[in-house]
């Protein structure tokens, strides 16, 4: 059983997992424990896909205005990460989305997902999208966003098609 439990304007949250509590909150991409982990992003990207379909960002981009960035722990313990990039006035994608390896499969990576889907309608967003890897090795991630009502779709934004990128997208006009 999940439980959501919300702060100030969203700035932090927490979820409860079986005996675990983990806190989402906004962070520095910078900070050592979370470089390292968009680091080993950004490497498995581009062993994963050609270089032209790498859309990842850096720490740099990640830090450029119209990006909100989370992290969510287990105590000090960094279990992943994502972001949230302002499209349009209505158009938000999700970004770096990324749980650290020996934390995948125990929920972090859900909850991070559902905490950028509340955000991104909290913020009046009425689409939010993203796009992901063709691999499969990108699987779990591609079910993880249809489980939480993502749909296959076109490139949007600057995009193009590409046989290495699925795009996919969510209608929060839809979402409770």
């Known amino acids: 059983m999940h439980r959501y439990q919300s702060g100030l304007a969203m700035k932090a949250c927490q979820w409860r997992r079986r005996d675990r509590i983990m806190k989402i909150a906004i962070d520095d991409p910078a900070k050592p424990d979370v470089y390292a982990l968009l680091q080993e992003h950004l490497k498995s990207m581009f062993a994963l896909s050609p270089p032209e379909s790498v859309h990842a960002l850096d720490v740099s981009a990640l830090k450029q205005d119209g990006i909100s960035f989370w992290t969510i722990r287990d105590g000090s313990q960094l279990l992943g990460c994502g972001a949230l990039k302002t499209l349009s006035a209505e158009h938000g994608e999700i970004k770096s989305m990324r749980t650290a390896t020996n934390y995948r499969r125990r929920g972090a990576g859900r909850a991070l997902l559902l905490h950028i889907i509340h955000e991104a309608k909290s913020s009046g967003f009425i689409r ?49």
Do not use: N, W
Not at 130 to 136: I, V
């Open 128 to 176: 939010l999208s993203l796009e992901t890897g063709t691999a499969q090795s990108f699987i779990p991630a591609q079910r993880l966003y249809a489980s939480a009502g993502f749909l296959a779709c076109g490139p949007f934004g600057d995009y193009k098609v590409d046989p290495h990128s699925l795009f996919m997208t969510l209608d929060l006009s839809l979402y409770s």
